[in-house]
């Protein structure tokens, strides 16, 4: 009775471990929350864009170029520097009249 009671515990650990590795796993897809700002900036070198919310950057392109999320965490890194907010980030990085914002819109 023991190994069949062992058994079933092992078989269950082994289940079970497998379905937290998958709710451990990152989404697919990344959802930008509503309320969230789009600033394009354009420095007469690159135009910019910003997708964020607070301190939170949910895509940054380069002359329409998208970004790997390596790039997008050393912008999200800044931000928090800034006073955990893209919006100052922005405003240190940029001029007031290099930068447009609005809300975004898919």
Do not use: W
Request: contains cysteine; proline residues 2%.
């Amino acid at each position: 009775m023991k190994k069949v009671i062992f058994v079933l515990l092992a078989i269950t650990i082994i289940l079970l471990s497998g379905c937290r590795r998958r709710f451990l796993d990152a989404p697919d897809e990344m959802e930008v929350p509503s309320g969230s700002k789009v600033a394009i900036c354009d420095d007469t070198i690159h135009v910019y864009k910003f997708v964020y919310q607070n301190d939170g950057v949910y895509l940054y392109y380069i002359d329409d170029v998208l970004q790997d999320m390596n790039v997008t965490d050393t912008i999200q890194e800044q931000a928090y520097l800034h006073g955990e907010s893209v919006a100052n980030y922005l405003q240190a990085t940029f001029l007031d009249s290099q930068c447009i914002i609005d809300d975004y819109t898919e």
